[in-house]
């Protein structure tokens, strides 16, 4: 049994006794925190959860010890730092535990990954392992790790607050590996920074994260249709940017499905390997299928559908961008409305204390629906997260924790919603970020709300962002050439578009000389200049930046790129030539768009390619069509961003224009009544999109006039 433990003022005592209490005895210890995918991320309480007969409700530790383990990092039982070759079971790096056997987890199988793992070692000191839920990243990187750096010590944060300590450890070592298993969590206000990066000399920084939460770095600029950097995350891209990345996928190969059938003895091993190649072995190894069946099946009546509502709260806590774990009492509060929402009194609920017994009990004796105790507060298994068929975060969800948390989680949330394209909910939560003084929260914050339809209050907010950072950084420093950025992207949105040309010409001179000529914000940049260029008037010469600017984009980002497929929409639209070329080069666009990994049919870009092609039909004089094609993205664009969006306005403004052009008039004036109804409550006075709605409206009242007799 390891001889780690967290160690605090008066933690191990009281994790003793908890564990004594539930006899496991003194070795037991070892295991002394339990593991969470969150911020509480210990990894090594996994045999607390896999006790028969342990549950959440009756057995307590200290609150108190936990509270004064929130800022620690992984020690020994001495205090110490522990050497990786120390580091002997998997659980204690944040691996999923696997089903209880005598004494060992599963043997560990080599993954075709590995090589390039250790390759990318031999030339990096920040290696970041990327993969979905349960496919294996942090055993891979655990087994790699302590075969190259036995003598290297371990360090772990174990949550977002502990990390300055883990850094300043890691770079007073002459020998250290800094271990950030789940990266999101040690991300975003009060977390890494590319600074305390630079200051780890020669230590090694190995992270893993999951897929769905690397794309929010990795294609950041997808949810900008007009293919801006209006980046709130620029740090954090800028970070991950640093890493050198090996993407683990979750089926596993048939090489490593024969590397593990020499431990098909081990019935854990043979059972992952009978499931097929539908799950991968390492996900059957952590039971995540049995899991979900096991959430899913709860809702029956007379079942658990009280603790399947407490699951559903706790999933979409952590969807709504919260990285730390909720309290019992919170799920108590935020669970009721799940609940009633599927029947509430109807579907016989038990309760509540039975509820989280059974939400925290293991299955296979892996992990429980929620993970956590009583005093750190608990946390969703990870791979619920991406469950098939869950909507948006509902609002009662929203509202009842930004009721409830602290100003640097309303900073994650709100960077979370405005990525998801809900920038009311962004605003909101950036608001309450900025206001508690977060650092960095008011360029966000200014961005959200001028995305929400309000560009000349965000320009006047940017306005004075960019002064002060000018008077305290200097005009051509990072930060203050990200200010000037958004700064000249609002001026356009405001209808001043030639303004906005010239602060991007003049922004490009300096972004390209402090930045570089291939630095994302640089093409980002030209995109902008070329964008506002075209819509001031002078399509020719946005078209011949565009095709400059397609030629570095390919050269730099390669052809499947989210912002090469924005380049490519931009030039089809300003290029002057035949209007059937423009329609069939969208139409490819559109099929690569549905068809590309990680982008898909509902992200911001394909969505902003439909548009185009509805305005080209409309153009074309084919208004049926058009109306057709304006419908269904006004659809999709509510279901996807929300009724409120000012892209859904837009959408229901040009389906409304199409329904005008084909005679329609009586329907377009009912849509168009209803959106400016909605509209003038979310967008500033005097936006173009109610300024077009109105005098749209009035020109059908002033046929109907004629018309009548």
């Known amino acids: 049994m390891s001889a780690l433990l967290l160690r605090g003022s008066g933690r191990a005592r009281g994790w003793a006794g908890y564990l004594g209490a539930v006899g496991l005895g003194a070795g037991a210890v070892a ?37 004064r383990a929130a800022g620690e990092v992984l020690r020994t039982a001495a205090g110490r730092i522990p050497l990786l070759r120390d580091v002997d079971r998997p659980e204690l790096a944040g691996v999923h535990p696997a089903e209880a056997a005598p004494g060992t987890p599963p043997a560990y199988i080599e993954r075709d990954a590995e090589p390039m793992l250790r390759s990318a070692l031999d030339r990096a000191r920040f290696v970041l392992v990327v993969g979905e839920s349960t496919a294996g990243k942090t055993r891979l990187a655990y087994e790699v790790a302590r075969t190259r750096y036995p003598r290297h010590v371990f360090v772990r944060p174990l949550s977002r607050s502990a990390l300055p300590e883990a850094v300043r450890i890691a770079a007073r070592r002459r020998r250290a590996v800094l271990w950030l298993d789940d990266l999101e969590d040690h ?14 000399g020669k230590a090694v920084t190995i992270a893993t994260i999951r897929v769905q939460e690397y794309r929010r770095y990795d294609a950041r600029e997808e949810s900008r249709l007009t293919g801006s950097d209006r980046d709130a995350w620029r740090a954090q891209r800028d970070l991950l940017q640093q890493a050198a990345v090996i993407r683990l996928p979750r089926h596993w190969s048939a090489s490593e499905r024969r590397r ?41 009546p007379g079942a658990n559908p009280r603790g399947a509502a407490v699951v559903a709260a706790a999933v979409d806590c952590r969807r709504a961008g919260l990285r730390r774990p909720v309290s019992r009492e919170w799920l108590r509060e935020l669970h009721a409305p799940y609940l009633a929402a599927r029947g509430g009194g109807d579907l016989q609920p038990e309760p509540f204390a039975q509820a989280m017994d059974w939400a925290c009990a293991a299955a296979y004796a892996t992990s429980g629906l929620l993970i956590g105790n009583y005093g750190a507060g608990f946390t969703a298994f990870d791979y619920l997260l991406n469950a098939p068929g869950r909507g948006p975060v509902p609002d009662h969800l929203w509202r009842g924790l930004l009721a409830r948390v602290e100003p640097a989680d309303a900073y994650d949330m709100g960077l979370a919603a405005h990525q998801d394209g809900r920038l009311a909910r962004a605003v909101q939560a950036l608001d309450l970020a900025a206001r508690g003084g977060v650092p960095g929260a008011e360029l966000p914050l200014a961005i959200a709300i001028g995305d929400s339809g309000k560009p000349n209050r965000a320009a006047a907010d940017l306005a004075g962002i960019t002064r002060r950072r ?33 602060r991007f010409t003049e922004l490009l001179a300096d972004v390209r000389e402090v930045l570089g ?53 931009s030039l089809i639209w300003f290029r002057p030539g035949d209007p059937a070329d423009a329609e069939r080069g969208l139409a490819e666009l559109l099929a690569e768009a ?36 304006w419908a269904g993205l006004t659809a999709d664009r509510t279901r996807v961003l929300g009724a409120d969006h000012p892209h859904v306005f837009y959408s229901r403004l040009e389906w409304a224009r199409a329904l005008t052009a084909q005679g329609r008039t009586a329907e377009a004036r009912v849509l168009l009544t209803g959106a400016l109804v909605r509209a003038r409550s979310v967008l500033e006075p005097g936006h173009r999109h109610l300024r077009t709605g109105r005098e749209l409206l009035a020109r059908l009242a002033d046929e109907a006039g004629r018309e009548d007799p």
């Open 470 to 502: 000018t008077d305290r950084l200097g005009p051509r420093h990072p930060d203050t050439l990200a200010a000037r950025h958004q700064l000249a992207f609002f001026v356009g949105e405001s209808g001043n578009l030639r303004a906005a040309a010239a």
């Open 594 to 629: 549905e068809a590309a990994e990680g982008i898909g049919p509902d992200d911001p870009h394909t969505l902003a390619i439909r548009g185009s092609r509805a305005a080209l039909a409309a153009r074309a004089g084919r208004a049926a069509e058009a109306a057709e094609a």
């Open 187 to 200: 991300l975003g206000a009060g977390g890494l920074t590319a600074a305390q990066l630079a200051t780890l």
């Open 31 to 67: 295991l002394a925190a339990v593991w969470t995918s969150g911020p509480w991320a210990a990894g090594i309480g996994a045999a607390v959860t896999a006790l028969s007969g342990l549950v959440a409700e009756r057995l307590q530790p200290d609150e108190g010890a936990d509270a």
């Open 260 to 300: 593990a059938r020499v431990y098909e003895g081990d019935p854990r091993i043979g059972a992952a390997l009978r499931a097929g190649e539908r799950f991968g072995v390492a996900e059957v190894l952590a039971a995540g299928p049995e899991l979900l069946a096991s959430w899913e099946n709860g809702w029956a």
């Open 517 to 569: 000529p291939d630095h994302p914000d640089t093409l980002a940049a030209r995109h902008q200049l070329a964008y506002f260029t075209g819509e001031a008037g002078d399509p020719r010469a946005a078209a011949r930046q565009l095709e400059d600017l397609l030629a570095d984009r390919l050269r730099v980002q390669g052809p499947g790129h989210p912002q090469v497929l924005a380049t490519r929409r």
